[in-house]
């Protein structure tokens, strides 16, 4: 099994999963029960392979060899959207990714706040007036590294 943890700085778990780019793959062995993970990838995405802004065919999209994701922070909209690929998505408190995915192989849960509250059901949801939520591609706006945005909006 693959499982795959959001991570924008490659070290923790982090949030506004459908902006990050940077994702830790782990390759699980031990049928389901915590046993072996290993890294297997690190993906460093371009932009325009985010799941907000994502328009390609899935089965060409680098997570498309995981069965699960795990994320800091997520809307509603990520959630469905990563059902409708096949992927189950969980959503955690946990910073440590290899704990993350411990704690998910042992309990098929894991420690979580709420999700992240968005609107206008885009993959990442936000209706705020920050450019980079409306569609334009604001560069002042844009924090690559942490996935989030600058405009106070509480993306990331």
């Known amino acids: 099994m693959k499982i795959a943890v959001s991570s924008q700085n ?4 982090t949030g506004h999963a459908g902006k990050t780019r940077r994702w830790l793959v782990y ?16 993906f460093d995405l371009p932009k325009d392979m985010a799941m907000h ?5 899935f089965k060409d999209h680098p997570l498309s060899g995981v069965e699960v994701v795990l994320v800091g922070s997520c809307g509603e909209g990520f959630i469905r959207r990563m059902n409708s690929y096949g992927l189950l998505a969980a959503v955690t408190t946990e910073e440590d990714p290899v704990n993350a995915v411990r704690m ?6 894991l420690p979580t706040s709420s999700l992240h509250d968005h609107a206008c059901g885009d993959g990442c949801g936000d209706d705020s007036d920050c450019k980079d939520h409306n569609g334009d591609d604001n560069e002042e706006n844009d924090d690559d590294d942490d996935g989030g945005c600058r405009c106070n909006c509480g993306c990331g």
Do not use: K, M, N, W
């Not at 390759?27 to 072996?36: E, I």
């Not at 802004?53 to 065919?57: A, I, L, M, N, Q």
């Not at 998910?104 to 849960?109: F, K, N, P, V």
């Open 10 to 13: 490659f070290r923790t778990v």
């Open 104 to 109: 998910y192989l042992a309990h098929g849960s």
């Open 27 to 42: 390759q699980v062995d031990g049928g389901g029960a915590p046993g072996l993970i290993e890294e297997a990838d690190r």
């Open 53 to 57: 802004g994502f328009e390609g065919d």
